[in-house]
């Protein structure tokens, strides 16, 4: 400026690189985000981290902590670090981020004082240093079912609807169950939120509370339908339901028993055809055995449908929402329909469902009981009441026993149900785990022994375990100990009759197995239970150890009488052993992705549970397809052994003995025409019938004084008729002894004369008169010996049948059809080929004989031509006591022996048909016949009665028939169906080639 000595530099906060200026003011003002000291020629910009917000700045600011500048955005101001970084001194070009896994409260933080969103700090009570030095032991991932964002804390967790938790202080999550609701329901009742409340209500709606806010918050409310509260029945209503309901099942089971004794009602128009198709429908499932097929599918169902409540098995929802579905609607807990959670405590739910089984089967023996009082009291002839009383009680058992056989399982897993709790973890992540615990069948109650309610709920459950599974095995243990004489001899009594439920389908040495059977069911539903819920992993492997042990025991001792009942058996249980390690594998998977998500699939090698469900589902097919096909082949052996059934069944029948019986047949007989008739049908019957006992002198007879006792201790007499029988003084002894004592006869015919035999009427003149009223006219079941093999068979079914309608078990019927496997008239045959076969009208009888073979089987032309028909395949010489009456015939025979056309011999027994003696066709045919062999080849003897299908069956294959499967069926269609085309003279075949039928051309039509 003028008069200075010497030039004067800019102030501070301006500059110029003039040197012409007079005075400050024209210096340049520094203009925003630059500075200039004092005597700057240029101003300069703000380094980064300070900032110089206005002009004539001397020195720029630096930012405060908490911000930052970076020279190159804004010059002008301080910009506050972003969430995630911070700036803990002053003048920081730029914000520092937080460490993993640190986040900030807000933005323009000078320190990361929190976890960052996904992370939640577990201790609240650590300092900004604490999080600074350990980022990774303070802070944590958010478990699923949370939305955290930064800043989160373990107390204050935002849990999302849908899921709950326990304790504040936990991180373990609960998904809420739907309970029989909607997909919603479960968010429905749980809101979640930030505030847990009291044991974790504050995450539930306004109307719920509890554990997974499944309570109604109102007491005298019950959840609906998962989310909907509704008010309770009163007591009196609900209970007086729940004994109506009782009342009702016993009054209508009672009404449809005595229905179906009606025998009239079978003949009305509504009611007749339910009450015949039950006729029809009870005797199929006898003969198929279907109540132990039943009782094995029912007690595999049992287990199954626990394995969620009782095992915590953790399957996906997909393959137990069958069960879970079928459990429901089968389930006997009827009092939560009519007692709902929330409206009865379970203390008093428990008495009702363990006692109204026990009511309604008390009732059921009181019915039995009264019924038969009633009798006792109408009788003229009263025997002891006490009688009455136990015969009553004994007529209802068998339905008592079928309800504790339902009843036991369902009971007494709900009983040890008051040891299961569902458990939550209430602890620190970080502390040794600790739970609460609340009952699964009342959550308003907490297993703790420290409280009164739970202890006498355990109190009740103890006394009911001795009630219900305790005592049910015991009751089945004592009554078939009781029964054991009575299995083991054969010899049932009312006890093991009316027991039969128990025993029926068992060989008689494994006739305890039933409660074998209960207990495993036991072991399996209820007290596996006992071991505590957070071992339950260890349930599961107690389940397969079971399960291993009884299939192995079913496997070795095949217990059933039907050996597809064994194999079904083994198959169902190696079912449910392989239910019980897949069960495992997947429980064991979720187990360690509670863990760490994806820490499964890295130890196990599964990504999903799925992956492990699907193999063993497979596995399970496989096992199923394998036993069904070893059923099949091992049913199909054993229905060739050449044993007796029944017709209707295939079964072999049961051999039971009248109490006091010993044998089931005594043989009477006279040793001079008798002993070896008599030692075949002993050894015969043996054979075919295992296990029959067979009273044979040679064998048996200790005494000859004691014949009437031994006579008074076989249940059927037989009296083997031959020549000689009524002279024998022991013989009549057995006569009059079983005629006086009433005994079941069977007379057997020995026909034979060379043997010793006679006609019956040869037979009845050698009896005393005063006896032959007696054995010969009262109608005993007459059998005719035969010694042919074929035909010996069906006198042997004649004698089995008449004995076993003598049998307690058979003793109601009128007949019981028989059949042996092999057995000729059993065979399905057919003809492959055209049979044309001749009867020549020379051969007097032999049309009528070519028309029964033709009416038997199909495919057979009979041709009654006078002359031999070129088309013939067979020619039909029927020996009778009229054959070779007319020389025709011998002309025939030598004519169609010369043109070598096969020849078929019938020798009609029959006397009422002309039969005869072999013997008589030396005498009557031609010389020069018999000379040529004409008699080399057996003829085909032809029986009455029911040796008649022998007789037609053996014919049959002479002239070419052969056994027919069933694959061959189609083929047999198609062959006649051919062979009816060919010949239009045929008449038309039966549409099922199955039937008995078959076309029969004459003479007249041909």
Not at 88 to 97: D, Y
Not at 235 to 250: I, T
Not at 487 to 498: E, G, Y
């Amino acid at each position: 400026p003028p008069g200075a000595a010497a030039p004067l530099p800019c102030e501070a906060g301006t500059y110029s690189e003039r040197t012409d200026l007079d005075a400050a003011s024209s210096c340049t003002a520094a203009e925003p985000g630059y500075f200039a000291t004092t005597g700057s020629t240029e101003q300069t910009r703000c380094a980064p981290g300070s900032i110089a917000p206005l002009t004539n700045m001397s020195a720029c600011d630096l930012c405060s902590t908490g911000r930052y500048s970076d020279s190159t955005t804004n010059i002008f101001a301080c910009e506050k670090c972003k969430p995630g970084t911070y700036a803990k001194s002053e003048g920081l070009s730029q914000c520092i981020p937080c460490a993993h896994p640190l986040g900030t409260p807000s933005d323009g933080s000078i320190t990361c004082s929190v976890c960052k969103a996904g992370y939640y700090l577990k201790d609240s009570s650590a300092t900004p240093t604490d999080l600074e030095e350990a980022p990774s032991e303070y802070c944590d991932n958010c478990p699923d079912g949370t939305n955290c964002s930064d800043g989160a804390r373990l107390e204050t967790l935002p849990i999302l609807p849908g899921y709950w938790r326990a304790s504040p202080n936990s991180t373990r999550l609960t998904e809420c169950r739907n309970f029989d609701g909607s997909g919603t329901a479960g968010a429905t009742r749980c809101v979640g939120g930030t505030d847990a409340g009291v044991n974790g209500d504050g995450y539930c709606g306004s109307d719920f509370t509890g554990p997974e806010c499944q309570l109604c918050d109102a007491s005298d409310h019950h959840l609906v339908e998962g989310d909907e509260c509704e008010k309770c029945l009163s007591s009196s209503v609900a209970g007086g339901r729940l004994v109506g309901l009782a009342l009702g099942l016993c009054v209508a089971c009672g009404f449809l028993a005595w229905a179906y004794s009606m025998q009239n009602w079978r003949q009305r128009r509504y009611t007749g055809a339910p009450l015949r198709l039950a006729d029809r429908f009870i005797p199929w499932c006898v003969a198929i055995g279907l109540q132990a097929k039943l009782k094995i599918a029912f007690g595999f169902y049992q287990v199954v449908s626990v394995l969620s409540t009782t095992y915590s098995a953790r399957l996906p929802d997909k393959f137990t929402s069958w069960t879970d579905r079928l459990s429901s609607v089968i389930s006997i807990d009827w009092s939560s329909f009519f007692l709902p959670v929330g409206c009865v405590p379970f203390f008093y739910r428990l008495l009702a469902v363990a006692l109204s089984p026990v009511g309604i089967i008390a009732l059921l023996l009181l019915v039995g009981v009264v019924l038969r009082v009633k009798r006792w009291h109408a009788s003229t002839e009263r025997p002891l009441l006490g009688d009455a009383v136990r015969r009553g009680m004994l007529d209802l058992t068998p339905p008592g026993l079928i309800l504790i056989f339902c009843f036991v399982p369902s009971v007494s897993a709900f009983i040890f149900r008051s040891w299961s709790c569902e458990a939550y973890v209430i602890s620190h992540p970080d502390a040794s785990l600790d739970y609460i615990q609340y009952m699964r069948q009342d959550a308003s109650v907490e297993c703790n022994y420290n409280d009164s309610d739970y202890n006498s709920i355990i109190e009740l459950a103890i006394f009911l375990i001795v009630l219900w599974p305790i005592g049910s095995i015991i009751l089945f243990t004592s009554l078939l100990t009781l029964c054991y004489k009575a299995l083991h001899t054969n010899t049932p009594t009312d006890l093991s009759q009316a027991t039969a439920f128990l025993h029926k389908e068992y060989e008689p040495r494994w006739y305890w197995w039933e409660a074998l059977e209960l207990l495993r069911k036991v072991v399996l539903t209820g007290v596996v239970v006992l071991i505590p819920e957070e071992r339950y992993f260890v349930r599961l492997v107690v389940a397969t150890l079971v399960c291993s042990c009884y299939t192995v025991g079913l496997a070795v001792a095949t217990p059933f009488k039907r050996i597809e009942d064994d194999i079904l058996a083994v198959a169902t249980n190696l079912v449910l052993l392989l239910v019980f390690l897949g069960a495992s594998w997947t429980t064991i998977f979720e187990a360690i992705e509670d863990q760490k998500e994806g820490w499964a699939e890295d130890v196990l090698g599964w990504p999903n549970p799925d992956a492990i469900v699907y193999p063993m589902l497979v596995l399970i097919g496989v096992a199923l397809a394998l036993f069904l096909v070893g059923a099949a082949a091992a049913a199909r052996r054993v229905a060739k052994v050449p044993t007796i059934r029944i017709a209707a069944s295939k079964q072999a029948p049961e051999l039971t003995l009248a109490k006091g019986m010993t044998w089931h047949l005594f043989n009477s007989h006279i040793w001079s025409t008798g002993q070896d008739a008599v030692a075949v049908i002993k050894n015969e019957l043996q054979q075919l019938l295992p296990g029959i006992k067979v009273f044979l002198d040679v064998d048996d007879l200790k005494d000859i004084g004691a014949l009437e006792s031994y006579i008074d201790c076989s249940q059927v007499i037989l009296f083997f008729l031959s020549k000689g029988y009524f002279r024998s003084k022991n013989c009549l002894r057995e006569i009059r002894s079983s005629l006086e004592k009433g005994k079941p006869i069977i007379l057997v015919q020995e026909a034979d004369p060379a043997k010793g035999g006679g006609s019956l009427a040869e037979l009845r003149a050698e009896c005393l008169e005063e006896l032959q009223p007696a054995v010969f006219d009262m109608a005993f079941p007459l059998v005719v010996w035969m010694r042919i093999e074929e035909f010996q068979l069906v006198s042997l079914k004649m004698i089995s049948e008449a004995l076993l309608l003598q049998t307690p078990t058979y003793a109601g019927l009128r007949r019981l059809p028989l059949t042996i496997p092999g057995e000729v008239q059993g065979l399905n045959l057919g003809f492959a080929n055209r049979v044309v076969l001749w009867a020549s009208p020379a051969n007097r009888g032999a049309r009528r004989m070519a028309n029964e073979i033709a009416a038997s089987f199909p495919g057979v032309v009979v041709d009654a031509a006078a002359e031999r028909p070129e088309r013939a395949t067979h020619m039909l010489l029927y020996l009778c006591e009229e054959s070779w009456s007319e020389d025709r015939l011998a002309e025939q025979v030598k004519e169609v022996r010369e043109s070598r056309l096969p020849i078929v011999m019938a020798h009609e027994n029959d006397a009422e048909r002309g039969g005869c003696p072999f013997s008589r066709f030396f005498e009557t045919t031609p010389q020069e016949l018999i000379a040529a062999g004409l008699y080399r080849d057996l003829a085909i003897a032809c029986f009455p009665g029911l040796h008649r299908e022998v007789s037609l069956s053996l014919l049959a294959k002479a002239i070419g028939a052969v056994q027919w499967t069933q694959g061959t069926v189609s083929i047999r269609r198609t062959l006649c169906s051919k062979l009816l085309r060919k010949n239009l003279k045929w008449v038309e075949a039966e549409s099922s080639l199955t039937e008995a039928s078959a076309s029969t051309v004459t003479a007249s039509s041909v």
